[in-house]
């Protein structure tokens, strides 16, 4: 007959017990299942995009996949949460879960939406390039004239920017909202449209440096139409000086409508 003996901790390598999933590791499961839900939902209503520029949308269908595996781990007790945690997992999924579900939607005509809407307009990673206008529309070199439409501020922006002698002289149409930097002089504004680099949280204005002798009736961020020359100037106050490419203004009204949507690169 064999006896056993049995030692106290004679038992630390026999395997450990599986944890059994509870209630702390369904409702992270939830968490993680939910977020990636809304990221889902996000990028097939294109709603995304009121949030952060089209190129983030293969980083997004990544993060919900991935969302999604983390999930079916909770849901299986992979991960052990407690009380405190799935707590945790509440307040810093469920948050950012209501924004993207709930985006940013067309209001009255104020903040926001006054200068994006929501559209993205990518600006052409030709446009700098000397032959960047072969691709843009209203120029009429023979009269030295340039219309701007709406959805090509960006891209011609970014032409006339980088081959500014190319155009001194020219005559230039466009519309944009006012916008006054600290460092521009009393007869000074910029004539922007709205940038976004990566997400709406650095959503930042951006345009053509422009010379009116009537700014003291316009307001910042009111949408004006403009009839302008572009000429070789030197604009901004003492200390904050610079010369470059702007726009003298001839013509200003107000803009029959505000031009929708933001830029990025794309």
Known sequence: MTNTLNFPGSDRHAPAARHAPALPDRIEAICF???????????????YITLTTPRSLPYLIVGAILLFALSVA???????????????????????????????QPGNGTGFDTYAAGRAIAIRRD??????????HGLDEERKTITISDDEFGSWFSHIDHNPQRYIGYRVRLTGFV?????????????????????????????????????????EHDWVSVDATLVQGTYGIAGHTRQGPMLKITS?????????????WQ
Do not use: N
């Open 252 to 264: 200003l009204h107000t803009a029959k409508a505000a031009p929708t949507g933001y830029f990025y």
């Open 74 to 104: 909770a849901w299986l007790g992979v991960f052990h949460a407690d009380e405190r945690s799935s707590f945790r997992f509440l307040v810093a999924l469920v948050i950012p879960t209501l924004l993207i579900a709930v985006p940013f």
């Open 33 to 47: 299942a939910a977020l990636g839900a809304a990221i889902v939902y996000s990028t097939t209503s294109g709603s």
């Open 127 to 136: 446009a700098h390039k000397p032959a960047g206008f072969a691709h843009l």
């Open 179 to 219: 916008y006054k930097p600290s460092t521009l002089g009393a007869h000074e504004f910029e004539l922007s449209r709205q940038f976004m680099s990566c997400c709406i949280l650095d959503m930042t204005p951006f345009g053509f440096t422009t010379h009116y002798a009537k700014t003291a009736h316009l307001q």
